[in-house]
């Protein structure tokens, strides 16, 4: 009736399950989400580089100079 148990056999009956694995869907909605933030920042980065480094802009450009 109450025979004694050993520690193993407790231990192994009060291991947790393990989590259930998390949603595919979301994991891949995220992925594409990082995907189009990252190539969107390379091709502005690629702009920036290639294209607007030629050009200066400024917004109060003047020179101070004595007028004659």
Do not use: C, F
Request: without cysteine; charged residues 10%.
């Amino acid at each position: 009736m109450n025979a004694p148990q050993s520690a193993n056999s407790n231990a192994s009956a009060s291991v947790p399950a393990q989590p259930p694995a998390g949603n595919p869907k979301r994991k891949k909605a995220l992925t594409a989400l990082a995907s189009v933030v990252v190539v969107a920042g390379l091709g502005w980065a690629a702009y920036e580089v290639l294209v607007a480094s030629h050009y200066e802009s400024t917004d109060n450009a003047y020179v101070q100079g004595n007028v004659i």
